[in-house]
């Protein structure tokens, strides 16, 4: 009798041991299988603007804006006149020709005048005192935003630094690149109305 006990109770740890072993192997199984499995698209995407990659550039920019004089304190002149939003109650726009990064394109540079009493005149009496910001579009290399002609915009600051722009879901964003693609509003949603397809409102502004 104690015999049949010792063999029974041998036969039922053996069986245990077993099933343990087994359970732990299909739990590691299953384990190993989850985290191998593909997972939902989660990869993060590179931004459309603000990159790193776009900040870098557009310092780029700014410094061969600021070598062309058409940006920074020695910045040439023009007439100002009558702007609309989203860009200032005033406007000055110039435009040439520039070399950023080897890469040689036309830069054209709106500067956005505002607030309490702004006024043509004004502006030409004291451009510092309304300048409110600088946006730029540059004309990139052929492929860099082919499906939106090929622009690099930036909005910058009087002194160079970029704006930055506060999302939905909270991120802060810095304007440059291709800003707002995609988007149904902003920078490239706008000019993408621009008669003649080339995405500039002016027709005194000659791409070629």
């Known amino acids: 009798m104690k015999f049949f006990n010792i063999r029974t109770l041998s036969r039922s740890l053996i069986i ?39 900040v870098s550039e557009s310092n ?21 006149y009558k702007g609309q939003h989203p860009h200032g109650a005033v406007l000055e726009t110039l435009h040439r020709k520039i070399t950023v990064n080897g890469h040689k394109g036309i830069a054209i540079v709106k500067r956005n005048y505002g607030g309490p009493g ?18 730029v579009m540059f004309k990139r ?11 690099f915009y930036a909005k910058y600051k009087a002194n160079g630094d970029l704006h930055v722009k506060k999302m939905k879901n909270g991120m ?5 690149g ?17 008669g003649g397809g080339d995405y500039v409102f002016s027709t005194k502004i000659r791409l070629k």
């Not at 510092?128 to 600088?134: E, F, V």
């Not at 802060?172 to 440059?176: I, Y």
Request: aromatic letters at 6%.
């Open 141 to 151: 290399e052929l492929g860099y935003d082919s499906a939106n002609k090929d622009w």
């Open 60 to 80: 780029a920019l700014w410094k061969s804006l600021t070598a062309a004089r058409l940006v920074g304190k020695r910045a040439r002149k023009s007439r100002p």
């Open 178 to 194: 291709r800003v707002a693609k995609g988007m149904p509003s902003g920078c490239i949603s706008c000019h993408k109305a621009a």
């Open 118 to 135: 702004v006024s043509n005149s004004r502006v030409r009496r004291n451009r510092a005192k309304y300048l409110k910001a600088i946006t």
């Open 16 to 54: 245990l041991v077993s099933s343990s072993i087994l359970f732990v192997g299909c739990m590691g199984y299953n384990k190993t299988k989850k985290d191998s499995s593909p997972k939902k698209k989660m990869m993060k995407m590179k931004p459309p603007m603000g990159s790193a990659q776009d």
């Open 172 to 176: 802060q964003v810095k304007l440059a």
